[in-house]
């Protein structure tokens, strides 16, 4: 039976055969628009993830932001090997920024490293990050550089229980930003109460009214009498 096909405002009489042919158009169309707007896509979908290997390389390379990126990426696979662990415990002592910045942009405030961005990897990695970064701790005298390994031991929270011996032993150190960084750390790690009001101890008399207050703000005013007058 002939059919009628509709465009714009008028109507003309086809046959079987036509219809076809429309149809057969109009899907070769529509396989031709997937292909222009998504096939691009399914190129990238299909190409192979790097290997750790690749993204080990790229960490030592040149382009600070990339390296950055890298070592992102190296933290959400969470790698026990110890040559990813090793390369970005070394990645704490790069400054080179994580972000581009213009050369003429004055930037009032610390922006992210490829050593913060470290940090955080590390963080993500866990207990078999914790050794290699004791061992760090202990080698190394920047400053800056200890409060991003201390920091990478805080954001494991209890898995860095392993590191609290040495962090102990920071609350003592000459630095205050490390007897600060040093409190926050044994605060996020140690869970039980009465185990970290007794580390916690050793800094309620602390020179530093910063490094008092946060060990007092986790242990009780009946523990803590002689140095509530102070931080008042």
Do not use: W
């Not at 392993?162 to 003592?172: N, S």
Request: negative net charge; aromatic residues 4%; charged residues 25%.
């Amino acid at each position: 039976m002939p059919g009628y096909a509709f465009g714009y405002n008028s109507a003309y009489k086809t046959d079987s055969k036509s219809q076809q042919i429309c149809g057969n158009e109009i899907r070769s169309t529509l396989i031709i628009l997937c292909v222009t707007f998504f096939g691009s896509g399914a190129v990238v979908a299909q190409d192979p993830e790097p290997s750790l290997e690749d993204l080990i390389a790229v960490v030592d390379g040149k382009d600070s932001i990339k390296s950055a990126a890298a070592i992102r990426e190296i933290g959400k696979r969470k790698p026990t090997s110890d040559l990813a662990i090793q390369t970005l415990v070394s990645s704490l002592t790069d400054d080179r920024p994580a972000v581009f910045i213009p050369d003429q942009l004055h930037v009032p405030f610390p922006v992210p490293t490829v050593g913060s961005s470290a940090a955080d990897a590390l963080g993500e990695i866990g207990k078999p990050a914790v050794s290699r970064i004791c061992e760090f701790l202990e080698e190394n005298d920047d400053t800056d550089v200890r409060r991003r390994a201390i920091r990478s031991l805080s954001h494991m929270e209890g898995e860095a229980a392993d590191a609290l011996p040495l962090l102990q032993r920071l609350l003592g150190d000459a630095e205050m930003e490390i007897r600060l960084e040093a409190v926050a750390a044994v605060i996020s790690i140690q869970k039980d109460p009465r185990s970290l009001a007794s580390v916690l101890k050793a800094v309620l008399s602390d020179e530093s009214p910063d490094v008092r207050a946060a060990a007092i703000r986790e242990v009780s005013v009946e523990q803590a009498p002689a140095c509530l007058p102070k931080c008042c």
